[in-house]
């Protein structure tokens, strides 16, 4: 049973510091690796796809990598702004479309 | 391009009634996916419906039940509800059959039980 766990729970930055954010997971058998955000009481919105051929994706401020024999993918976020203020989510691709999400990672930044 | 829209955002429900929700994919996405978000438990996967037919099914009990139609838009049912099933249910579209697409949300239906 695959198992997605995300470091840190929680992250306090001032603005224009760039973060790092973790996720792991147990079983490297993956399609795909997906980061998405969450503001509070919304859904979810996907920012990066990483297919299980590939390397590493990037739009914008965000860099998402992917290691699979290490089981892990991290989430770069460049000069943060308070507009980043979410919950970021990493969910591993099994059979179908059948996400397994990691707990989060709350990010909090400040001016 | 619509997104993906949830129907109704919220709803307050007692022990032991049922529950429909309904989710419309993006247009031309064939594959609907719902998922459960609690605080305990996070998210987790309830089951998934291509060309009307269920392709994946998560761990949860035979109350939680869904159904897709020729257009592609998804319904799910919960009976008996439990004090336990309150929750923000999500539903997510993709336009691929296989594994390698990317999933896209609604904003999700907040369900409460009292």
């Known amino acids: 049973k695959q198992e997605v766990t995300q470091i840190p729970a929680a992250l306090s930055v001032p603005e224009g510091e760039n973060l790092v954010l973790n996720c792991s997971f147990t079983?490297?058998?993956?399609?795909?690796l997906q980061w998405f955000r969450q503001d509070p009481g919304k859904g979810l919105t996907s920012l990066l796809l990483?297919?299980?051929?590939?390397r590493e994706q990037t739009s914008g401020r965000l860099n998402a990598s992917l290691d699979k024999s290490s089981g892990r993918s991290t989430l770069y976020i460049a000069a943060s702004q308070p507009g980043d203020s979410a919950t970021y989510l990493c969910?591993?691709?099994?059979?179908?479309?059948?996400?397994?999400f990691g707990t989060g990672t709350q990010l909090k930044v400040e001016l | 391009k619509a997104g993906v829209t949830q129907t109704p955002r919220y709803l307050i429900k007692t022990r032991g009634q049922q529950v429909t929700l309904s989710c419309s994919p993006i247009s031309g996405h064939r594959s609907v996916s719902w998922y459960q978000q609690t605080p305990g438990q996070g998210l987790q996967f309830l089951f998934e419906?291509?060309?009307?037919?269920?392709?994946n099914k998560g761990n949860f009990p035979g109350r939680f039940s869904g159904r897709q139609f020729s257009n592609s838009r998804s319904e799910m049912n919960v009976s008996t509800l439990e004090l336990g099933d309150s929750a923000l249910y999500l539903c997510?579209?993709?336009?691929?059959?296989?594994?390698?697409?990317?999933?896209?949300f609604g904003e999700g239906s907040r369900l409460t039980v009292l």
């Open positions: 997510a579209s993709s336009g691929t059959v296989s594994n390698t697409g990317e999933l896209f």
């Open positions: 419906y291509f060309s009307e037919t269920q392709r």
């Open positions: 969910a591993s691709t099994g059979g179908g479309n059948k996400l397994t």
């Open positions: 990483i297919q299980s051929s590939q």
């Open positions: 079983d490297s058998a993956i399609y795909n």
